[in-house]
């Protein structure tokens, strides 16, 4: 069973559209992240869920929404893409704060803006 | 603010060689700290992790210790395998936040 599901694995799109990324966890935990990793790998926390409410925000554009149904799903919604976007965004659970809770990734979702 | 910073990469090194990759941070306070690897296609996973000084984190033969004197956890290992070669991201975290702030990763070839 995959512990964190993130759908889909890749997504090719033009400038302007609109696209959604879901992630599931099957973990039971409480808080889930979406993180960025650009071209040279670098990481960034984009925003964090804690059972449903959004506890971190990061300088992000509005086009980025993002949208927790249930604390298993945190899902991404972006407007209006741009070039710039291209990147594989990760979605992540843990149970809370502290050193000894890790965080679990999902796999990826390769995201290419012609 | 809170960051890390690692080494660039990528490091190429040959089987059954020592292998260091250097992580300073910077933090208000005592954080704790990871490091959590990604193998190509995947998502990271964590590796190992120490919660304060002089801890020393240890995990399928890697090891980093805490040092507080230098604001560093630098990632070792005695004999690398050709299955090691991943991206390597140190970590940081401090109590009570949900936030891990990652270094920009560090590239490992093992070549067999």
């Known amino acids: 069973d995959t512990a964190v599901s993130q759908t889909p694995k890749y997504l090719v799109t033009q400038m302007g559209n609109d696209k959604s990324i879901k992630c599931e966890q099957n973990l039971g935990h409480d808080t889930m992240y979406w993180y960025k990793q650009d071209s040279k790998k670098f990481l960034k926390i984009m925003f964090s869920y804690n059972n449903k409410e959004l506890i971190i925000n990061e300088t992000v554009p509005n086009r980025f929404s993002p949208k927790s149904p249930d604390k298993a799903h945190l899902n991404l919604h972006i407007n209006s893409l741009e070039l710039g976007d291209s990147a594989v965004y990760f979605c992540?659970?843990?149970?809370?704060?502290?050193?000894?809770?890790?965080?679990?990734f999902g796999s990826g979702t390769q995201l290419s803006v012609l | 603010g809170n960051s890390v910073t690692q080494m660039e990469g990528p490091v190429t090194l040959s089987e059954e060689a020592f292998l260091t990759i250097n992580c300073t941070y910077t933090a208000t306070g005592y954080p704790s700290l990871f490091w959590y690897v990604q193998y190509p296609g995947e998502g990271l996973q964590l590796l190992l992790k120490?919660?304060?000084?002089?801890d020393k984190g240890s995990n399928k033969g890697f090891e980093a210790t805490y040092r507080k004197e230098t604001t560093s956890f630098h990632l070792e290992k005695g004999s690398v395998q050709v299955s090691d070669s991943a991206v390597y991201f140190c970590?940081?975290?401090?109590?009570?936040?949900?936030?891990?702030?990652f270094g920009s990763g560090t590239r490992l070839l093992v070549r067999p």
């Open positions: 992540a659970s843990s149970q809370g704060t502290g050193a000894n809770e890790k965080l679990f």
């Open positions: 970590a940081l975290r401090m109590d009570s936040s949900y936030k891990l702030i």
């Open positions: 120490a919660t304060k000084a002089d």
